[in-house]
C-alpha cells in the first residue's frame, strides 16, 4: 500500500471515529452508514485527483463537486437533474430540509428523532470535516492541524449533549487523530528509506537485547509516546481536584464525597433542557409509580430546589450533602397542629431516564433505594454520587401529605430571621417594575398568605397570561420583567415571576423542579412522561413550612389551600409498600389522532393525549442498535486476543502431524520447525537477523535467551537439520523436530518471568509478520491492477496512433 493512499484511508477513519460522539444525538443512528458512503466517495476522489496528479486547489474543487453530487443524489434526487445534477429545485428542496432539521433540533430533546433534515445535517457536518481532514493531512501533507477540526466535531456533539459525549467518544476521536499523525510520519520516514536505529545500547540485565543492542524504531516510539499521552488525557482529569468527572463525569450535582458523610452538593441549573422536554411533540415514560395516596393531583414529584437568585438565573446553592439517614428529619417549620398523612409510593425508572437527582413527593420521611445516593438537608433532595443516576432505579419513598388551612397559614407566626434573609434575597439588578407590579397586585391584601394567593390568581387566571412554550425562556431580571409585559410564558417563567414577586414582598420563596403527578393507568398505576416536566414556586410560612403554590394557568392543580373548593381529587387504588412488577415502565398509549403536535406542546389535549405518543424507543435501544453495540462489543473485546489467537494457530500449523514423505515435503517440515524456532525467540526479545547462518543464528538464539542445557541442545538439533536440508545433496528426515521445538519453547518459559510471559501470551512481537503478509498481499494486488490498466491505456492508444490503410 502506497502512503498516500494510507493516508487516505487514515483521515477517513479518523473522520468517522470522530463522528461517533454524534451517535447518541439521533436516534436510530443510522445516518453515520450515509455519511460513510459519502465521505468514502470524497476520499476517493481525492485520491483519483492526486493520482493524475491535479493541483492542489483542483483536488480540493473536484472532492467538493462530488460530495455535492452524492448529496443531491441521496437527499434531492426526485428534484433533481437527471437525479444527481443539482438544479434549482433541488438547491430549494435543500434550503428546505436544513430549516425544517433546524426547526427540528430546536424542538426535540436528545436523543432526537432521525428525521430527514436532521440526517442532511448530520451529514453534511461529517462530510464538510471529512473535506478539511483529507485536505490538510494528504493534499496538503499537514496531518497535524487535521486534529483542529476533529475536535471542533467532537466539541459541538459535547456540547449538543450537554456535557455527555462520554469516554468512550473521545476515545475513538482521540485513537482516529494518533492513527492520523502515524500514517503521516510512517509515510515521512518512508521518504528516506530505511530506518537505522543508530548507535547501540547496552542489554539490561535479566532481559533479552535486541540483535547489535539498535534502538527501537520511530515508529514504535511514536506509538508508545501516543498510548502514553492518551492515557494521560484520560486519567489526569480524575486526580485533579474541581474536574472529578473529568472526561468521565457528566456534572451536574453530584457530590464529590467518597461515599463517607461530607462533601458538597454544586451549585447548578437543572433547568436547561425542561422547555426542550415540554416541547416534545409525543411524550415518553420516565418512571411509573404506585401509590396508596386517594389524591394524586397534588403528588409533585420534586427533584431540587432552586434557591439563590443571582440576577442572571435561579440556581441551587452549594450544600453540604450527607449519607442518606433511615428516617429523614422532620421538615423544617412544620407544626404538629398541621394536619398530614403518610403516603408510601413505590417507584420504577424507566432505563431511558437519566437524572443526578431522585424524584420524590415533598416532603419525604423516608426513602428505600440502592446505590450511590446522597441526602441534602435543606433541600430534603436525594442526589446521586460518583455518576449514580436514575436510570432504571426501583425505590419507595413514604411522604408527608401536608394539609394546612388557610386559617392556618393567614396566622401564621412571623418567619425566623435568618430563613427570612436568606430566601427574600433578590439582585440589586431586579427591574423597579417588578416590585411595582407586585405591589399592585397584592394592594389591599392583609398578611403574606393573601398576598401569595393574590398573586398566584393574578398569574393563573386574572392577569391575561398565556402559557406558551415556544416564548424564548430566559431566565434573568430582563426576562421577569419582559415577562410581565408581554404576558406570554410557560412554567419557568411563570415560577420564576411569582418567586422573584413573593421575596419583594418580603415572603421567603424558592422554585422547585421536577415533574406534575402524571396520568393514572387503568392497571392503578401512575405513568409520568417527559411532558410532565414542570417548575412550580415554594414559598415559606411558619408553621406549615415549604408551601407550593401553582402560578402556571392550564398546568397542575392549584393547592386546596390556595382555593376557596377542595375538590374530590381522584382515587388511584391503594398500594401496598412494596415494589411490584407491574410499576415497571412501559410504552405509553398511543397519541389521539385528533389532537395535533401544536396542541399536544400547549398541553390542550387533556392528560391521557398529553402523556400519549410515548414509543418503545423511548425506554430501551432498539434491536438493530443491540445488534451492532453487541457486534462492535465483540469486535473489541476480540481484538486484544487477536495476536494469541493467530500465533497458537501458526505454531499450530507448524508443528502439527507431517504431511507428505517426500523431499520436498520433508523439507518443508524442517524449514517451518526452524521458522517457529526463530518466532519464539522474537516473541521473547530475540529479534530475527536473516544475515546470520542457522548455526549462529543458533548460538545467538541460546546466548540472548539465556537458554538452559537441554533447551540449547534442541536449537543446535533443529539448526543441524535446517543446514543439512538447505545444503546436503539428499537430506534425511529428521523424526522429532516438533518436540524439539516444544523443548526450546519451554527453555525461554522457563527462564522469562511472569510479566514476559504475559506479554508473550497477549501481544507476541512476531505477530508482525501477519501485518507484513497482508502488506505484501495488498501490494501484488495493486501492482496486478496497475498493469492491466497500463497494458489497458496502451492498447487504446496504440489504436488511435495506427496509420490509416492504403486504397487503390
Given at each position: 500500500?502506497?502512503?498516500?493512499?494510507?493516508?487516505?484511508?487514515?483521515?477517513?477513519?479518523a473522520t468517522l471515529m470522530g463522528s461517533g460522539a454524534l451517535l447518541?444525538?439521533?436516534?436510530?443512528?443510522?445516518?453515520?452508514?450515509?455519511?460513510?458512503?459519502?465521505?468514502?466517495?470524497?476520499?476517493?476522489?481525492?485520491?483519483?485527483?492526486?493520482?493524475?496528479?491535479?493541483?492542489?486547489?483542483?483536488?480540493?474543487?473536484?472532492?467538493?463537486?462530488?460530495?455535492?453530487?452524492?448529496?443531491?443524489?441521496?437527499?434531492?434526487?426526485?428534484?433533481?437533474?437527471?437525479?444527481?445534477?443539482?438544479?434549482?429545485?433541488?438547491?430549494?428542496?435543500?434550503?428546505?430540509?436544513?430549516?425544517?432539521?433546524?426547526?427540528?433540533?430546536?424542538?426535540?430533546?436528545?436523543?432526537?428523532?432521525?428525521?430527514?433534515?436532521?440526517?442532511?445535517?448530520?451529514?453534511?457536518?461529517?462530510?464538510?470535516?471529512?473535506?478539511?481532514?483529507?485536505?490538510?493531512?494528504?493534499?496538503?501533507?499537514?496531518?497535524?492541524?487535521?486534529?483542529?477540526?476533529?475536535?471542533?466535531?467532537?466539541?459541538?456533539?459535547?456540547?449538543?449533549?450537554?456535557?455527555?459525549?462520554?469516554?468512550?467518544?473521545?476515545?475513538?476521536?482521540?485513537?482516529?487523530?494518533?492513527?492520523?499523525?502515524?500514517?503521516?510520519?510512517?509515510?515521512?520516514?518512508?521518504?528516506?528509506?530505511?530506518?537505522?536505529?543508530?548507535?547501540?545500547?547496552?542489554?539490561?540485565?535479566?532481559?533479552?537485547?535486541?540483535?547489535?543492542?539498535?534502538?527501537?524504531?520511530?515508529?514504535?516510539?511514536?506509538?508508545?509516546?501516543?498510548?502514553?499521552?492518551?492515557?494521560?488525557?484520560?486519567?489526569?482529569?480524575?486526580?485533579?481536584?474541581?474536574?472529578?468527572?473529568?472526561?468521565?463525569?457528566?456534572?451536574?450535582?453530584?457530590?464529590?464525597?467518597?461515599?463517607?458523610?461530607?462533601?458538597?452538593?454544586?451549585?447548578?441549573?437543572?433547568?436547561?433542557?425542561?422547555?426542550?422536554?415540554?416541547?416534545?411533540?409525543?411524550?415518553?415514560?420516565?418512571?411509573?409509580?404506585?401509590?396508596?395516596?386517594?389524591?394524586?393531583?397534588?403528588?409533585?414529584?420534586?427533584?431540587?430546589?432552586?434557591?439563590?437568585?443571582?440576577?442572571?438565573?435561579?440556581?441551587?446553592?452549594?450544600?453540604?450533602?450527607?449519607?442518606?439517614?433511615?428516617?429523614?428529619?422532620?421538615?423544617?417549620?412544620?407544626?404538629?397542629?398541621?394536619?398530614?398523612?403518610?403516603?408510601?409510593?413505590?417507584?420504577?425508572?424507566?432505563?431511558?431516564?437519566?437524572?443526578?437527582?431522585?424524584?420524590?413527593?415533598?416532603?419525604?420521611?423516608?426513602?428505600?433505594?440502592?446505590?450511590?445516593?446522597?441526602?441534602?438537608?435543606?433541600?430534603?433532595?436525594?442526589?446521586?454520587?460518583?455518576?449514580?443516576?436514575?436510570?432504571?432505579?426501583?425505590?419507595?419513598?413514604?411522604?408527608?401529605?401536608?394539609?394546612?388551612?388557610?386559617?392556618?397559614?393567614?396566622?401564621?407566626?412571623?418567619?425566623?430571621?435568618?430563613?427570612?434573609?436568606?430566601?427574600?434575597?433578590?439582585?440589586?439588578?431586579?427591574?423597579?417594575?417588578?416590585?411595582?407590579?407586585?405591589?399592585?397586585?397584592?394592594?389591599?391584601?392583609?398578611?403574606?398568605?393573601?398576598?401569595?394567593?393574590?398573586?398566584?390568581?393574578?398569574?393563573?387566571?386574572?392577569?391575561?397570561?398565556?402559557?406558551?412554550?415556544?416564548?424564548?425562556?430566559?431566565?434573568?431580571?430582563?426576562?421577569?420583567?419582559?415577562?410581565?409585559?408581554?404576558?406570554?410564558?410557560?412554567?419557568?417563567?411563570?415560577?420564576?415571576?411569582?418567586?422573584?414577586?413573593?421575596?419583594?414582598?418580603?415572603?421567603?420563596?424558592?422554585?422547585?423542579?421536577?415533574?406534575?403527578?402524571?396520568?393514572?393507568?387503568?392497571?392503578?398505576?401512575?405513568?409520568?412522561?417527559?411532558?410532565?416536566?414542570?417548575?412550580?414556586?415554594?414559598?415559606?410560612?411558619?408553621?406549615?413550612?415549604?408551601?407550593?403554590?401553582?402560578?402556571?394557568?392550564?398546568?397542575?392543580?392549584?393547592?386546596?389551600?390556595?382555593?376557596?373548593?377542595?375538590?374530590?381529587?381522584?382515587?388511584?387504588?391503594?398500594?401496598?409498600?412494596?415494589?411490584?412488577?407491574?410499576?415497571?415502565?412501559?410504552?405509553?398509549?398511543?397519541?389521539?389522532?385528533?389532537?395535533?403536535?401544536?396542541?399536544?406542546?400547549?398541553?390542550?389535549?387533556?392528560?391521557?393525549?398529553?402523556?400519549?405518543?410515548?414509543?418503545?424507543?423511548?425506554?430501551?435501544?432498539?434491536?438493530?442498535?443491540?445488534?451492532?453495540?453487541?457486534?462492535?462489543?465483540?469486535v473489541v473485546l476480540a481484538l486484544p486476543f487477536g495476536p494469541l489467537?493467530?500465533?497458537?494457530?501458526?505454531?499450530?500449523?507448524?508443528?502439527?502431524?507431517?504431511?507428505?514423505?517426500?523431499?520436498?515435503?520433508?523439507?518443508?517440515?524442517?524449514?517451518?520447525?526452524?521458522?517457529?524456532?526463530?518466532?519464539?525467540?522474537?516473541?521473547?526479545?530475540?529479534?530475527?537477523?536473516?544475515?546470520?547462518?542457522?548455526?549462529?543464528?543458533?548460538?545467538?538464539?541460546?546466548?540472548?535467551?539465556?537458554?538452559?542445557?537441554?533447551?540449547?541442545?534442541?536449537?543446535?538439533?533443529?539448526?543441524?537439520?535446517?543446514?543439512?536440508?538447505?545444503?546436503?545433496?539428499?537430506?534425511?528426515?529428521?523424526?522429532?523436530?516438533?518436540?524439539?521445538?516444544?523443548?526450546?519453547?519451554?527453555?525461554?518459559?522457563?527462564?522469562?518471568?511472569?510479566?514476559?510471559?504475559?506479554?508473550?501470551?497477549?501481544?507476541?512481537?512476531?505477530?508482525?509478520?501477519?501485518?507484513?503478509?497482508?502488506?505484501?498481499?495488498?501490494?501484488?494486488?495493486?501492482?496486478?491492477?496497475?498493469?492491466?490498466?497500463?497494458?489497458?491505456?496502451?492498447?487504446?492508444?496504440?489504436?488511435?496512433?495506427?496509420?490509416?490503410?492504403?486504397?487503390?
Amino acid at each position: 500500500m502506497s502512503g498516500r493512499t494510507r493516508l487516505t484511508l487514515a483521515a477517513w477513519a479518523a473522520t468517522l471515529m470522530g463522528s461517533g460522539a454524534l451517535l447518541p444525538l439521533v436516534r436510530p443512528a443510522t445516518w453515520i452508514f450515509t455519511a460513510a458512503f459519502v465521505l468514502a466517495l470524497v476520499s476517493g476522489a481525492g485520491a483519483v485527483a492526486r493520482r493524475i496528479p491535479l493541483a492542489r486547489p483542483l483536488t480540493l474543487l473536484a472532492q467538493l463537486a462530488v460530495a455535492l453530487l452524492a448529496l443531491t443524489a441521496l437527499f434531492a434526487g426526485d428534484q433533481a437533474v437527471l437525479l444527481f445534477l443539482p438544479g434549482p429545485e433541488a438547491l430549494a428542496h435543500a434550503a428546505e430540509l436544513f430549516r425544517s432539521g433546524a426547526a427540528d433540533v430546536g424542538h426535540y430533546a436528545v436523543p432526537a428523532p432521525d428525521t430527514e433534515g436532521i440526517r442532511l445535517m448530520l451529514v453534511c457536518g461529517v462530510v464538510a470535516i471529512g473535506l478539511l481532514v483529507d485536505g490538510l493531512a494528504v493534499t496538503f501533507r499537514r496531518a497535524a492541524p487535521a486534529g483542529l477540526p476533529l475536535l471542533a466535531l467532537y466539541s459541538v456533539a459535547a456540547g449538543l449533549s450537554g456535557g455527555g459525549a462520554g469516554w468512550l467518544w473521545f476515545l475513538l476521536a482521540a485513537s482516529g487523530y494518533l492513527v492520523l499523525l502515524l500514517a503521516e510520519s510512517r509515510d515521512r520516514l518512508a521518504a528516506w528509506g530505511r530506518v537505522f536505529g543508530g548507535a547501540p545500547r547496552p542489554a539490561r540485565s535479566g532481559s533479552a537485547a535486541t540483535a547489535g543492542g539498535t534502538t527501537a524504531s520511530p515508529a514504535r516510539t511514536g506509538r508508545r509516546i501516543g498510548a502514553v499521552a492518551m492515557g494521560v488525557a484520560l486519567v489526569v482529569p480524575l486526580a485533579l481536584p474541581g474536574f472529578s468527572g473529568g472526561l468521565f463525569g457528566e456534572g451536574g450535582g453530584e457530590g464529590d464525597g467518597d461515599g463517607g458523610g461530607g462533601g458538597t452538593i454544586s451549585a447548578v441549573n437543572p433547568l436547561v433542557s425542561l422547555q426542550n422536554n415540554l416541547r416534545q411533540p409525543e411524550d415518553r415514560e420516565v418512571l411509573r409509580y404506585r401509590t396508596n395516596a386517594l389524591d394524586t393531583s397534588g403528588l409533585y414529584l420534586r427533584l431540587v430546589a432552586l434557591d439563590q437568585f443571582d440576577g442572571t438565573s435561579w440556581k441551587s446553592s452549594v450544600r453540604p450533602i450527607e449519607d442518606v439517614p433511615k428516617r429523614l428529619p422532620r421538615p423544617q417549620g412544620l407544626d404538629r397542629a398541621v394536619a398530614t398523612t403518610e403516603v408510601t409510593t413505590n417507584f420504577v425508572a424507566s432505563d431511558g431516564y437519566e437524572q443526578k437527582w431522585l424524584p420524590m413527593p415533598y416532603p419525604a420521611s423516608r426513602v428505600d433505594v440502592d446505590g450511590r445516593w446522597r441526602y441534602e438537608p435543606a433541600g430534603r433532595t436525594l442526589v446521586g454520587d460518583d455518576r449514580q443516576t436514575t436510570r432504571g432505579t426501583r425505590y419507595q419513598v413514604v411522604s408527608l401529605d401536608v394539609r394546612p388551612t388557610a386559617e392556618q397559614l393567614a396566622t401564621a407566626p412571623p418567619v425566623p430571621e435568618k430563613l427570612r434573609r436568606e430566601y427574600t434575597q433578590v439582585p440589586p439588578s431586579l427591574p423597579e417594575d417588578v416590585r411595582t407590579t407586585a405591589l399592585e397586585v397584592t394592594k389591599g391584601a392583609r398578611g403574606n398568605y393573601e398576598r401569595a394567593v393574590r398573586l398566584q390568581d393574578w398569574f393563573a387566571r386574572d392577569g391575561g397570561f398565556r402559557y406558551d412554550v415556544e416564548v424564548e425562556s430566559g431566565t434573568g431580571v430582563q426576562a421577569i420583567s419582559r415577562f410581565l409585559k408581554d404576558k406570554e410564558g410557560f412554567c419557568v417563567h411563570f415560577s420564576f415571576s411569582m418567586a422573584a414577586m413573593a421575596r419583594t414582598l418580603g415572603i421567603p420563596a424558592r422554585v422547585a423542579v421536577g415533574f406534575m403527578p402524571g396520568t393514572p393507568k387503568a392497571d392503578g398505576s401512575v405513568s409520568v412522561g417527559i411532558r410532565d416536566a414542570h417548575a412550580w414556586p415554594e414559598l415559606y410560612f411558619e408553621g406549615a413550612g415549604w408551601t407550593r403554590f401553582e402560578p402556571t394557568p392550564s398546568r397542575g392543580s392549584v393547592p386546596s389551600y390556595a382555593r376557596p373548593d377542595t375538590p374530590s381529587g381522584t382515587a388511584t387504588g391503594t398500594a401496598r409498600p412494596q415494589q411490584s412488577a407491574s410499576a415497571q415502565p412501559s410504552a405509553g398509549p398511543s397519541a389521539s389522532e385528533s389532537c395535533t403536535a401544536q396542541m399536544r406542546r400547549q398541553g390542550d389535549c387533556g392528560p391521557e393525549a398529553s402523556a400519549a405518543g410515548a414509543s418503545s424507543g423511548g425506554s430501551g435501544p432498539d434491536a438493530g442498535t443491540v445488534l451492532l453495540w453487541s457486534l462492535g462489543a465483540l469486535v473489541v473485546l476480540a481484538l486484544p486476543f487477536g495476536p494469541l489467537l493467530w500465533r497458537g494457530r501458526v505454531r499450530a500449523r507448524r508443528l502439527g502431524p507431517a504431511g507428505a514423505r517426500s523431499p520436498a515435503g520433508t523439507a518443508a517440515r524442517t524449514l517451518a520447525v526452524w521458522q517457529e524456532v526463530v518466532d519464539t525467540a522474537w516473541d521473547h526479545g530475540v529479534e530475527p537477523d536473516e544475515s546470520r547462518t542457522p548455526r549462529n543464528t543458533a548460538d545467538r538464539i541460546v546466548r540472548l535467551g539465556g537458554l538452559d542445557e537441554e533447551a540449547a541442545r534442541a536449537v543446535h538439533r533443529i539448526a543441524g537439520a535446517v543446514e543439512e536440508t538447505l545444503y546436503a545433496p539428499r537430506p534425511a528426515a529428521r523424526p522429532g523436530l516438533a518436540e524439539e521445538a516444544v523443548r526450546v519453547r519451554a527453555g525461554f518459559r522457563a527462564s522469562a518471568d511472569r510479566r514476559t510471559r504475559l506479554r508473550v501470551l497477549l501481544a507476541p512481537r512476531s505477530a508482525a509478520r501477519l501485518r507484513w503478509s497482508a502488506g505484501a498481499r495488498w501490494v501484488s494486488v495493486t501492482d496486478a491492477w496497475s498493469l492491466r490498466w497500463h497494458t489497458a491505456a496502451g492498447r487504446v492508444t496504440s489504436s488511435f496512433r495506427r496509420p490509416p490503410r492504403e486504397t487503390g
